[in-house]
């Protein structure tokens, strides 16, 4: 939508954020949901919610295989109801079915982020379950190699500015869906 805009046009597909854990995925999400009058929904949310439980208590009790299986279940859940702005998992864009699904029903967008910036933003937090390692930053380090290439394959890809607030972060993201095209209704 044009910045011009008195009201948001109508979304046609669910725009779905990518990204490394710490890229924003959830606070631009939710900024950009408000910004476009749909509802903002995060699959990891949806999966603790079905689960009763945690995402790390999934990777400890089930393992990370049980748990990709009922992401990708949920990933598609959400790209079939109506448009909506979904947050995914770090590793969700990672499943070449996810990624196959994002682009047939959605949009997909990577909140791309540098290292210094996702590290400041996950160092104090204990939620990461593929962080808990001896040498956390070293993980994500290597995780960040190699779930760029694959990030990189996603539709609209936007660089986070450290210092840019999360509104205007949300705004970006909302030109760049703009300039990708027929993704809003005409108006």
Known sequence: MPKTSSRP???RKTVVLVGMMGSGKTAVGTALARLLGVPFLDSDEEIVKA?????????ERDGEPFFRARESEVIERLLS???AVVSTGGGAFMSERNREM?????????????????????????TRPLLRTADPKATLTDLLAQREPVYALAQVAVEAEP???IEAMAQKVADALQAQGGLFEEE
Do not use: C, T
């Open 9 to 11: 046009q109508a979304l």
């Open 51 to 59: 689960a009763q439980m945690p995402v790390a208590e999934i990777f």
């Open 81 to 83: 109801g109506p448009p």
């Open 102 to 126: 994002i682009a047939r029903l959605g949009a997909s967008v990577w909140l791309k982020a540098d290292l210094e910036l996702l590290w400041n933003r996950v160092k104090h937090k204990n």
């Open 163 to 165: 210092a840019l607030p």
